[in-house]
């Protein structure tokens, strides 16, 4: 037990060293932080996206149970808190991203590989699909505010054009060239480091004002995805591998790539970049716990 703790806290650590980082170097690139969102949001990410769905290899058994799953647990938790939010009189369009899409990348996908082996990967590229394409569709609608045709910012996205294309070549096996590739990957290291300095970078300009509304989300988040894991679980008769990676992925924390999304159209980021750190800090603790549930 004390082992595995010890194993996740490892796996974990450089993550929020970055966020660290990028929260003691928000002094020196205060008026940068607009630049350095537009960059990661219309190069990096769209990179991101096309080294990973271009080249991911769909082989495993149980992955249409696990896409399905993927959606539910995504869907659920956005439900539960448009109930608790309605009956509570709370309006807060940007607090239901951190809610329903939940860090499917820098997290799951190295304590995965290190807990079950990289055969777990392709399942768990099943959130990292839904999450993305979720965030950018329904997400983008959602922090639109129910505006006139503000469903059209969606187009303006580039990762979009990019999963379309990504997920038309990889099912068609069309070859592109190398120097396409080469340089998506280049980006695509960058990635996710650049994210967590953005988020630390974010949080040092945070003043947290609604610490009740972030916890809140925050269980809706945990509880609300843990519950609909254990259902999707019963409800497709998942087993082995497949039942692991769906109830882990269910409690990981808020993706960090929400906070980007709310600054970048204003959709409450301050509580959602204090939403996304209290999940983080929580999630020290519950994905060991997980683990060792899991077993």
Known sequence: ??????????????????????????????????????????????????????????????????????????????????????????????????????????????????AYGEGAIPLALMFYLTAFLGIFTLGLIIVSGGKEKGYLKIFREPVLYVVFFALLFNAGGVEVPEFINGSAHMLAQATIPMVLLALGIQLAQVKITELKLSFIAVAIRFVGGALTGIFCVWLFQLEGLAYKVVILESVMPCAVITSLVAEKYQAQPEIVASTILISTLLAIIIIPCTLILLG
């Open 1 to 114: 037990m004390v082992s595995t703790l010890i194993h996740v806290l490892q796996i974990v650590a450089p993550a929020f060293f970055l966020i660290g980082l990028g929260y003691g170097c928000s002094r020196y690139i205060q008026n940068g932080n607009e630049a350095l969102i537009k960059i990661t949001m219309g190069v990096l990410v769209p990179a991101f996206a096309w080294e990973h769905l271009y080249r991911m290899k769909l082989e495993s058994s149980g992955l249409t149970d696990v896409l399905l799953s993927a959606i539910i647990v995504m869907l659920v938790p956005g439900l539960i808190a448009w109930v608790v939010f309605r009956v509570m009189g709370i309006s807060r369009r940007g607090v239901y991203l951190p809610i329903m899409f939940m860090n499917s990348v820098n997290l799951p996908f190295p304590i995965l590989a290190a």
